[in-house]
């Protein structure tokens, strides 16, 4: 018998993304930050009070991140079109971990702050700062979700075909009924 909590494949899949998401920002951190341009030595010299601040305006940002995102779901399910909300939500479980991830680390920094641990208040905001710039890559990816498909023609799309003046009129003569009795030969085998 399988256990329950292995029962819902879309749950364990969040669950998978959202573990992936936090084990890339505890392992990332230092590396992202050098890439980014923002590096340790500039780290050092941010003040707590800035580290939280900084840290705080972030967390808002990523949130409003989330609304957005949440609203291209809210679209996807209005036009009814499986592959946008399937794209769309996968950014979005994404998001929702980053978010859950940007939360924890920001009371992490608090608590490290108040103690004056600096090593760890600097860790703490780099994960911070590392998934709000995850997020908004993020919400930009599930901007392409919802524009991504709009060139395939579906029931949805309205063609509408302009006519030059002057061509000839169409042969609107029907086939004959023996080309429809006898089939043009495919090969020469038959």
């Known amino acids: 018998m399988v256990p ?23 392992l990332a951190p230092r590396i992202a930050l050098t890439q980014q341009g923002l590096k340790v030595e500039e780290q050092d010299q941010l003040s ?7 840290a705080a305006a972030d967390l808002d940002h990523m949130r409003s991140l989330l609304k957005e995102v949440l609203k291209r779901l809210e679209e996807a399910r209005q036009e009814k079109d499986v592959v946008k909300l399937n ?3 996968e950014k979005l479980t994404q998001l929702k971990g980053l978010v859950r991830v940007g939360e924890q680390s920001e009371i992490a920094l608090q608590e490290d702050v108040a103690k004056a641990d600096e090593e760890n208040a600097r860790h703490e905001y780099a994960k911070i700062d590392l998934a ?8 930009a990816d599930a901007e392409q979700c919802i524009g991504q498909l709009a060139y395939v023609v ?3 799309t309205l063609v509408t075909v302009e006519v030059p003046e002057g061509l000839p009129e169409p042969d609107t003569t029907p086939p004959s009924l023996l080309t429809a009795l006898n089939p043009p030969v495919l090969s020469p085998t038959q």
């Open 4 to 26: 329950a909590r292995n029962r819902n494949p879309r749950k364990r899949l969040a669950r998978a993304l959202a573990l992936g998401a936090t084990a890339w920002l505890l």
């Open 48 to 54: 707590d009070k800035e580290k939280l601040s900084r």
């Open 87 to 89: 794209c769309v939500n």
């Open 132 to 139: 709000s710039q995850r997020a908004q890559q993020l919400r």
């Open 154 to 156: 579906d029931e949805k």
